[in-house]
């Protein structure tokens, strides 16, 4: 007999839909909401042209997330190796040349009127695969089982880095992490992953990255030496050997390479010189709707899409900043409270992921706008222009809700401890 | 231990968000603390970003052949901010005195220039008496100049027991800090060690070469100018308790000679600001009207938020007062569209090392957009000419129109009044026949039928008539030719005021102005004299009829409303209307045509032809016009006496080629004394104008 038979089975779709009225958790979906109203309003002062899109996709979103909490996650997980193997085929497919180009990087994949990001569906089956994964087992407390869960996610996170996509590829590390910490990892052995890992960053520097991938974290970790350098106008100590010939025996191929050199580091130091400027423009209160002077031009670049928080802190000053930074906070909150009010693993896993995800996409993202961080081309999860983006994070929110959602009728077992 | 670890992941999230609104607090809060001058850093300013606007170019306005008419001379006004200006950029007393003494040794070489230029001796006396006048004024002004300096300069810019200060720059990077002596302290940018450069003075002799480039005048010129400018806004300023806070504006313009991007340039609290200055050709001021500096009224009606309904930018006070609004004509009724659109934008600074600030435009400048009149240059400047040699000097018109659609060609103008005499209301004469005979011929009058004329008559119905000669039974052909008087004034009291008013307005006689971008006044007017003018019926008197009839006294037109009668009749009916911009241009097959001109047009212009070539026509004498093979009319209107003489208007108005008309011409020439000058002064002139207009 087929293994189905003795598995309990779980209706596709819940009896009573008070129990999806009841999933739509407030203290995750007030502040989720909250966050994309203030996202919607910087965006109508930026570039009021892509206001209606935006709440278009906003209301796809929302229906997205709905229609996630509706199927029982443990249905959904017996669908995730498909899914998963569908992912890896489709980042397989752009990285092969059938995606659509933009800023340098292949990220789109055409299926008929569908276009979607595979990398932004990748975060979620990640998410999916490991919590379905590492669920029932216990050999995760090893350093040998630590393997498979490795390279479920590092096969991904390759081929979204050859897309190139670093900034969404460096966002899987962290679920991991954090997603093999929580299931009850050693903490010593992940450290040891991470001090290995940082030890073969130079190898996967010369291999893996693209050359204005390194410009960009080389701009962020080598501000003043770097530019000065490049800029040919550093200490001589600074300037590699074999220059001292003098100015007359530079070559004039020479000479444009050191001004296309210099250029670069200047756009490189550019985005966050500016973004922070805005920032800076908005002072205690702000300069008040509508009403920031960096607004609607090209003054800071992507403004609407990874950089809107300046537009946010522009013109509603520290102040309004503050009530940002709780909204995520608050956001946050609520996802760790579901995190931990349910019982099954995998329910734990998937809200623990949404988590991890959401959380540092946006302190990663925040972090680089203020300077804090390097530029690595990355949303605002619920603020950034993008359908992709929108769709993926009200997924994700939409998977830890169908965690809580849909509580296992029996579980002896007490997961993770 | 999952519940633990949970908590230690959120804990680490707050932290880190904590950590990001620390950072903000500190970009947004801490640094934008008090401006530079205040003891604050360069860094506090990047949190202000501060408004500049960027002028528009006023659009100019150009020939048909694309010579500009009104055009923008580029200059500068010169901003004067005490509070940031480095002392040793005023001068001393006596390199004050070393330049304004080279500025006046220019200006006797300029003036002794002019004086060679003059022909007669009674312009050269003229000339020198007025420059000697003004040469001894700048002096006077002048030496009060450097008393101000000597007075002013060691009391108000630096004490007299303290060196004046130095800018010095750090050699790491480039921090600039104003100390008297050596800075002895550590940079206070990058901490480095006291390692300072003396930065060499600003001098104005550079802020001259920027401004100047190239112009007439030598530098030295410009470079007396700026500092006399320093110490006139010393002087005016001193008043003020907070003088020093004060900007000070002043025009530097006329020196300057050539447009470069100079938009918002610092030159150690001088800042040269682009002010440009507007000239109009001078033959073409007619038309192009003038501008001048905005008054408070300006600023007030510009910055009025009304403007935005309208369609309208809806300006800075800021931006309207380096600007130039139109004074009059087409300056004046296109100003809104030529003055453009200024740009926006915020200077924000560099956070890091210092680079300085940099301009984010949030606005892009829209410069006024060109206009391109129809007028054709030479032909103006003929009329212009033209215009001015009345026989007599007094004031006289003279105006082509392109026939096929009405484009005014030329239009001068030349009197004492300042007026333009080719749009003021004036008697037309016998010009105006063209209406009646239109009148009578709508009427259902056939041609043929005559009226008796005796040189001096009464007709049966009272009306009194004096005629040039004795024409005896004579019909409509004949009497335009001719130019009868007694023909018309009997028609134009048989017809009546309705038939009269209806041949008036379809001839472009009407009550609106012509060619409303340029003011004209309305002209045609039948003016009620007195009560007997309107009989007991309310219907005109017969004798004012008649006199209307042969356009005396009750009515009044402008050259250009004359013109545009002829040239319709030219056109075969079609209703020309003058218009002067290019973009005004209508499509000739979509004119209407009024049928009762189209029906007797060629009658009239047979007569109008006769006029020139016929012996007994009243231009025969007049053999320019036969030579450039016009047609047209002949007018005088009596319009004054002075002791014994008569004062006529003389008017002629003619087209050309006869057969297949092109363009249309009219000259006038007022208040000439009619026993000397006839209808034939106007006459060799409007020849003229055919000439060179068809010589294209
Ligand atoms: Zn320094
Ligand atoms: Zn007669």
Redesign the pocket.
Known sequence: MSSQAVRPSFPAVPQRWSHVIRALDPRVLGPALLLTIVGLLALWSDRPAVVFSQTKWLVVGLAVCVGTVIVPYRRLLQLIYPFYAFVLLSLVLVIAGLGRESHHATRWLQIGPIGFQPSELAKVAVIAVLAKYIRFRRDHKTVRGLVVPFLLVLVPLALIVKQPDLGTALMLVPVLFVMLWAAGAQTRHLVAVVVLGLASLPLLWTLALEPYQKGRVRAFTAPLVEVLHETGEGLGILDPPGKEAGPGAESRAATLLKEERARNARDRRFHVERSTIAVAAGGMFGLGFRNGVMNGTDAVPESWTDFVFTVHAEEWGFVGVVVLLGLEGLLLLGLALTANEVREPAAKLLAVGALTLLGTQACVNLAMTVGLAPVTGLPLPFLSYGGSSMLSSWLILGMALNARAHKPLVFAERAFD | MYEIRLRRLYIAFCVILCVIGARAFALQVLEVGPPEDEGGSWKSRAGRPQPFSVHPRRGEIFYADGTPMAWNVPGYGLEIEWDAIDDRIVPTVAEFRASIARRARYEAERDAARLAEQRTDRARTNLKTQQDARRAELAAWRAERVDDLGRLWPVQIVRKDKPLATRWECTICATQVKRRGVPDADCRECGALPSFEELPPPSIRDLAMLVWAGGDAPIEVLIARIQEALVLSMRRLERHPDWKSHAFLVDISAIASETIELRHEEFGGLTPMPRSSRRVDPDARQIAGGTRFPSADDVRRLTDPARRDAGWHVFDERDVLPSLVGNSLLEAVLDDELRGVPGEGNYVYRRERNFGREAIITREVADGPDLHTTIRPELQRLAMRLAASSPTGGAGAAVVLDVRDGALLAMGSASRDGMNHARTRIAPGSVYKLVTAIAVLDSGIAPAETVD?RKKGRFPNGVRYT?????GD?GLHDAFV?S????FAQRGATVGAQALTAAAIRLGFDTRPLVPALGEFAAWEPKSRSKHVLGRDGKLWAPDLALMGIGQSTVLASAVQVATAYARIAADGRLVTPFVLQRDRPLVAAIPIDPVLARWAPLIREAARGVVAYPEGSAFKIRELRDVGAAGKTGTAEVGRVRNEFLNNALFVGYAPHDTPRYCAIVVYERLPSGRYGAGAAGPQVAKLLAEAMRE
């Open positions: 004329c005629c040039a000669h004795e024409h004579v001719g009868c008087n007694g023909y």
